[in-house]
């Protein structure tokens, strides 16, 4: 069996009760092992990380961000760390014999899932960013959250997945796949 890490971050430090049921949405799914839940109340973000068998990852990192699309209003927060949606980025991660391109074709498939069912903006980065530019994480969340609309207007910017529309509760999200940092 084949095992990726994710690492979520979600835009949600403070509310336990809301960072319990999104953490929750993803260790409901059989055979998903939460490793670490990291809480910062500063930057107003959680970052999770999970592993799970290739199959499993793509449904845990969904309810993971289906839920914090529906108890995080983004309209509302502020916090230190940049973001642009409530999940930020999703990361896939290879482990052991998995190889890059599966942990691509999941951060693809989950992009493509998240943009149709729950209408979010999705941006893909690093392996399997679609432009040169869309690559590095920091160049896709330049002007974050608050600077959206004006992205979602500019062709150059159009989704990869989901509508080129503002969500302004849930905002947009960066979904990739990368090496261990």
Known sequence: MKFVECVPNFSE??????????VAGIA??????????????DTHRTVVTFVAPL??????????????????DMSKHHGEHPR???????PFVPLGTTGMDECVALARALGDRVGKELGIPVY????PATHDERRNLADIRAGEYE?????LAHPHWKPDFGP??????AGATVIGARKFL
């Open 124 to 127: 893909l980065y690093e392996y």
């Open 164 to 169: 080129a529309k503002f969500n302004a509760r």
């Open 13 to 22: 430090g403070r509310d336990r009760g809301v960072i319990d049921a999104i």
């Open 55 to 72: 199959e499993r990852a793509l449904e845990a990192a969904y309810r993971g961000i289906a839920k914090a699309a529906e108890l995080i």
């Open 28 to 41: 409901g799914v059989e055979g998903v092992h939460v490793l670490d839940v990291d809480p910062g109340r």
């Open 84 to 90: 642009m949606g409530a999940t930020d980025v999703c």
């Open 147 to 151: 600077g959206l609309p004006e992205k």
